[in-house]
């Protein structure tokens, strides 16, 4: 009786064992099968990502390659504020927003028109 007992519990760990590891969290973003979204837009290039394993809320990167320009990623959140990263040719830089990212936009300055030009919101 008691090797049908502890046959019993023994199955019972082992399975409350593989249903647990099979809820478990991920421990990154990478893990999760997340990963950032990258958007190219001739010359410019933003990644943005809401959940980057830094501690932070969300993160966005651009870079700028060609030469002698003037660009900007505008990046808008869920509640409709808009915040910006401004980059020139050959530079990048990066933000930690405090909330997510909902969408971004690739702008250029344009020397003819003296305004900024603006790609749709992606």
């Known amino acids: 009786m008691h090797l049908k ?45 809401n959940n980057p394993g830094n501690g932070a809320e969300s993160w966005l990167w651009a870079w700028a390659g060609g030469s002698g320009g003037s660009y900007r990623v505008d990046y808008q959140h869920y509640d409709s504020s808009i915040g910006s990263v401004w980059v020139n040719s050959g530079q990048g830089a990066s933000v930690n927003p405090s909330k997510d990212i909902w969408r971004v936009r690739g702008c250029w300055w344009d020397n003819r028109s003296q305004a900024w030009g603006c790609h749709g919101w992606s």
């Open 5 to 49: 007992t502890m046959v019993k519990a023994v199955t019972t760990a082992a399975v409350l064992t593989a249903v647990s590891a099979g809820l478990a969290a991920p421990a990154s973003a990478d893990e999760a099968g997340t990963a950032a979204t990258t958007i190219t837009w001739g010359n410019l290039q933003a990644s943005f990502d």
